[in-house]
């Protein structure tokens, strides 16, 4: 097949926009996409100093080469990376991102869950199930990303989040009936270092070409403590219905950006957490997690 819109031979089909694309116009597509995110939030300014969070898999790798190209002529805008390791054996290999890093001639700081919490993941999943150990993982991984990001003067923190990841969280909350996520999610990250997100409106398979076209080598091996079954029924239930109806997953991030400043309008009227004001009666699984877990380290 061609590419519809220059004639080259085509590389990619975008099923929304019903295009067979060529390696340049997938490129396009991409960082248009992304450009546009960061317009519109107003996600880089002058002398930010920008972090990408990188695991060393598809989405990070591309967003940390995209950034770097990004802001190439712009002496104003620095770009570095935070690398951390969880304590997982045989995952989230430290010599993988930091090559990547140097690739990209970025520097890259590193932070371990050993060093940090005195416990790494492999120890907290030995006395937990999987489900419980990934919770303490995002949680866990936040915390150090913004205690890191805060000793050297990061002004964002850039996540490698793309559609897919954020319509299946709309979907999720909206089925599991937890809307009041969003409350959450509005008043966590205005207590932290700025999370931006250039990926959130492209589809995870154009990320992954996009890494691949650029030759990253990222890692793909899914982490052996992910078993969220919910989560993954969501995302098979999401895939199949996009095949029918592509345009599902914009659908959903829309949704998403509508029920924030629905629930955020209420927010008065939602229970909070006594020490950091997530939605909970009482102390919320955050704290709690952080103050077992700091408490264990010390």
Request: charged share 25%; net charge positive.
């Amino acid at each position: 097949m061609q590419c519809n819109k220059c004639g080259r031979d085509a590389v990619f089909f975008q099923e929304y926009s019903g295009q067979h694309l060529c390696e340049r116009h997938v490129e396009a597509y991409v960082e248009a996409k992304a450009k546009h995110e960061i317009r519109k939030h107003k996600w880089i300014l002058p002398e930010d100093h920008v972090a990408v969070a990188l695991s060393g898999n598809s989405s990070s790798s591309a967003l940390l080469y995209f950034l770097k190209k990004l802001t190439s002529n712009r002496r104003d805008i620095k770009i570095s990376a935070i690398f951390l390791d969880e304590g997982i054996t045989g995952f989230h290999d430290t010599k993988n991102a930091l090559r990547i890093a140097r690739m990209l001639d970025t520097d890259c700081i590193t932070g371990t869950f050993q060093q940090s919490f005195g416990i790494t993941l492999d120890e907290i999943a030995r006395r937990n199930t999987g489900a419980v150990s990934c919770t303490y993982c995002r949680i866990l991984r936040n915390f150090l990303l913004n205690r890191i990001a805060v000793e050297h003067r990061i002004t964002k923190l850039a996540l490698g989040h793309t559609l897919d990841e954020g319509a299946v969280h709309v979907l999720k909350n909206m089925l599991r009936g937890t809307p009041e996520i969003f409350v959450h999610s509005e008043r966590f990250a205005s207590r932290m270092v700025p999370r931006i997100r250039p990926f959130i409106s492209v589809p995870y398979n154009e990320v992954a070409l996009y890494a691949d076209l650029h030759n990253l080598k990222y890692e793909q091996s899914p982490c052996p403590y992910k078993n969220d079954a919910f989560e993954k029924n969501v995302q098979k239930l999401l895939n199949d219905f996009t095949i029918q109806h592509p345009a599902t997953k914009y659908a959903l991030q829309n949704l998403g950006k509508h029920l924030t400043g629905a629930c955020i309008s209420m927010a008065d009227a939602v229970i909070t957490c006594e020490q950091c004001g997530e939605p909970k009666d009482g102390i919320c699984q955050n704290c709690r997690i952080l103050s077992e877990v700091t408490a264990h380290g010390d």
